[in-house]
């Protein structure tokens, strides 16, 4: 029963952070591939949780409409911006990942959901935002991930 509420919180949050965003169509971005700049050479959990909380409010307000249009620009933009950083995450756990096996699947769900919405020409195809499109379960699988990617980490730290 708690599991339900958790899930339900997520869910809620998640929804309630997408609300509102315009399709405008335009060029497909291009998957990360590099780090940003701050990057670590070692895995501070600490510091990624700061990193991370940046991540989902910078989502919580530059992408607040992908749920109305996965395929926006902005939309496209922010998901692009947020694997920037996760890709960054994943580089900084390296040899850590065994260490963090909950985080470390976390962040491979997300960029697979963040490369699916890029392989499926989500960004600027109309079609993108039909309800039962593939694109929006790609977007939802990246937002999701990333939302509750702070829990997996506490749970990993913890264990």
């Known amino acids: 029963m708690r599991n339900r509420a958790v899930a339900a919180a997520v869910l809620l949050a998640a929804g309630s952070a997408l609300a509102g965003c315009s399709s405008t169509g335009g060029p497909e971005p291009a998957p990360t591939t590099d780090p940003p700049a701050t990057t670590t050479a070692a895995y501070d959990p600490q510091l990624w949780k700061q990193r991370i909380a940046s991540a989902i409010g910078d989502l919580d307000q530059a992408q607040a409409g992908c749920?109305?249009?996965p395929s926006s620009d902005e939309c496209a933009t922010a998901l692009g911006d947020a694997d920037g950083k996760i890709v960054a995450m994943r580089q900084a756990l390296g040899?850590?990942?065994?260490?963090y096996p909950a985080t470390?699947?976390?962040?491979?769900k997300i960029v697979d959901g963040y490369h699916a919405?890029?392989?499926?020409?989500?960004?600027?195809n109309t079609s993108a935002d039909a309800q039962a499109s593939d694109c929006r379960s790609d977007m939802t699988t990246v937002l999701?991930?990333?939302?509750?990617l702070p829990a997996k980490m506490t749970a990993d730290n913890a264990s």
Do not use: M, V, W
């Not at 040899?95 to 260490?99: Q, S, T, V």
């Not at 919405?117 to 600027?124: E, K, L, Q």
């Open 95 to 99: 040899p850590d990942a065994g260490r």
């Open 117 to 124: 919405y890029i392989s499926g020409n989500c960004p600027g």
């Open 104 to 108: 470390a699947d976390q962040l491979k």
């Open 67 to 69: 749920s109305a249009s």
């Open 144 to 148: 999701l991930g990333i939302a509750t």
